[in-house]
């Protein structure tokens, strides 16, 4: 390992230094978007009967206490569900614009990572190739294949390396798009299902004024 980071030069530690940080972001984002998808569903038919008894205090409080974007949106319609549907949706939209930077966070940086690697791969190789032809230039005319080698397995090495790096990245990060997409359409889903329930039923106005701050 030691010998193949000396032929790939400075470039390869760059290299392995994006792989490490790419890793790393993908198993935070992947943690924390397990955390954020709950069973929605659940959580909403739970929230419901609270509601029916008038408990509005508590269904804010047990939004607040859950994980995820969609408890968030599902507490600004509980707090502004006294002023009326359009309220409730741009409340619900106003929490969602807010959520949605919390759930891509970093994702744009693994992005960026998938797409430099094999362009410093690309470099790399240049760079190799140019280190073949100045031995050429210094050796001619008797030059031997050992003069070229180090070269040549610079930009090969180099090259592979970026490739090894931004191929499960990118797969890593259109995975993780798809958790988010995962998650927005259960917010959209939610807040429509959070709207029928108070278009059906008159929930009483005991709602925590200063928790609408």
């Given at each position: ?12 530690v760059v290299l392995l230094v994006i792989g490490f940080l790419a890793i ?142 931004s191929i499960p990245a990118y797969a890593g990060y259109n995975m993780l ?37």
């Amino acid at each position: 390992m030691v010998e193949v980071m000396h032929q790939g030069g400075p470039i390869m530690v760059v290299l392995l230094v994006i792989g490490f940080l790419a890793i790393a972001i993908f198993l935070e984002r992947l943690f924390q978007l397990h955390r954020a998808q709950i069973r929605w569903r659940d959580f909403l038919q739970g929230l419901f009967v609270i509601l029916k008894r008038g408990n509005v205090a508590e269904a804010v409080s047990l939004c607040e206490e859950a994980s995820g974007p969609v408890p968030m949106v599902i507490r600004a319609a509980i707090l502004h569900h006294d002023e009326g549907a359009e309220q409730m949706r741009e409340a619900m939209r106003e929490a969602g614009l807010q959520e949605i930077p919390r759930i891509e966070k970093n994702m744009p940086l693994l992005a960026t990572l998938a797409h430099i690697a094999p362009m410093l791969g690309l470099l790399g190789t240049i760079l190799g190739l140019m280190q073949m032809l100045i031995a050429i230039q210094q050796r001619a005319p008797l030059v031997h294949a050992g003069d070229l080698a180090a070269g040549l397995w610079a930009a090969l090495l180099v090259s592979a390396a970026g490739l090894a790096v931004s191929i499960p990245a990118y797969a890593g990060y259109n995975m993780l798009v798809g958790r988010v997409e995962s998650l927005t359409l259960d917010m959209e889903r939610a807040a429509a299902e959070i709207l029928n329930f108070f278009a059906q039923n008159k929930v009483g106005d005991a709602v925590l004024k200063e928790k609408k701050a």
